[in-house]
């Protein structure tokens, strides 16, 4: 990746910012997409996870016949955590 790649994305949805910020990096493997052109792992099973914070990474841990091994897969340069707690999800 060169130091010029980005991307941003805007997505609207009808939940506090606290709430959406925690499902987007704490449940990142259950809504990125799976298979070759999506995952470093290729069809190998992997997991992403965000390790938090400005300098964290998005990793893939890829289950390889030798053993789990983890890829680098972006760096975070911003990491804005709401301040609003999130809610308790009753009514």
Do not use: C, K, N, Q
Not at 3 to 27: L, M, Q
Not at 33 to 54: D, E, I, M, N, Q
């Amino acid at each position: 990746m060169s130091s010029g790649d980005g991307a941003t994305v805007t997505v609207f949805v009808a939940v506090s910012p606290a709430d959406a910020f925690a499902v987007f990096t704490e449940e990142v493997d259950r809504r990125w997409r799976h298979g070759p052109r999506y995952r470093v792992g290729s069809r190998r099973p992997g997991r992403l996870a965000f390790s938090p914070g400005v300098g964290g990474r998005l990793t893939e841990t890829v289950d390889l016949r030798s053993g789990p091994r983890t890829f680098v897969v972006g760096t975070i340069t911003a990491w804005s955590r709401p301040s609003a707690p999130r809610s308790s999800g009753a009514a």
